[in-house]
């Protein structure tokens, strides 16, 4: 819990920085924050190294030059991640990815979801119901489509902490509460 509060501290942080010089500048620290983020899931090495004491600040900062350099990471970006070691917070980076992926999100007005059915749907039916579902939310909404057989029909669809559930799994549960109280 503690590492989620201090993720979106510096999260924060860093979006107050990136706002003041627009939109393009959020999408480009996102966009090396997700680089470095999905190089630390493809290590766990050096996710290890980030979360060790052993390690000192400026080893950990030169691992981060490395590291920059070979993704091409300059600016703000690196200034930060030298930051993070400097403060023992590297082992954060990838919350604070996440936290300032959703600070961008409710900047843009994107609504990230998931919406399962019980069979796959094709893309062309993926794009009709996400074009619905926009037109109803009046914003931009970026969906994972998913499968679960087990809603038997119907769809589930889950935006942020709320939950439609559609799914004829739901209706027979509610049909069956209805029989039993004998209404």
């Known amino acids: ?27 480009s620290y996102a966009s090396s ?15 290890r190294a980030f979360r060790n004491p052993i390690f000192t600040a400026e080893e950990l900062k ?33 919350g604070i990815a996440d936290a300032f992926d959703a600070l961008l999100d409710q900047e843009k007005g994107v609504l990230r979801g998931e919406l399962l059915t ?25 969906l994972e489509f998913g499968v679960s057989p087990e809603i038997l029909g119907g769809v589930v669809l889950k935006v942020g902490d709320q939950v439609m559930d559609a ?3 739901a209706q027979l549960s509610i049909l069956k509460d209805t029989i039993k109280r004998g209404e």
């Open 33 to 47: 924050l997700g680089a470095l983020r999905e190089v630390l899931a493809q290590s766990p090495d050096l996710s």
């Open 1 to 27: 819990m503690t590492g989620n509060i201090v993720a979106r501290r510096y999260a924060r942080a860093l979006f107050a920085l990136g706002i003041k010089t627009g939109v393009p500048e959020l999408e």
């Open 118 to 142: 019980a069979v796959p749907l094709d893309n062309n039916k993926q794009q009709a119901v996400l074009k619905q579902l926009e037109k109803k939310a009046k914003r931009t909404l970026v």
């Open 62 to 94: 030169k691992v981060i030059k490395k590291l920059a350099a070979k993704l091409k990471i300059s600016g703000a970006i690196l200034n930060f991640c030298l930051l993070l070691a400097d403060k023992g917070r590297l082992r954060e980076l990838g």
């Open 167 to 169: 799914s004829l799994r």
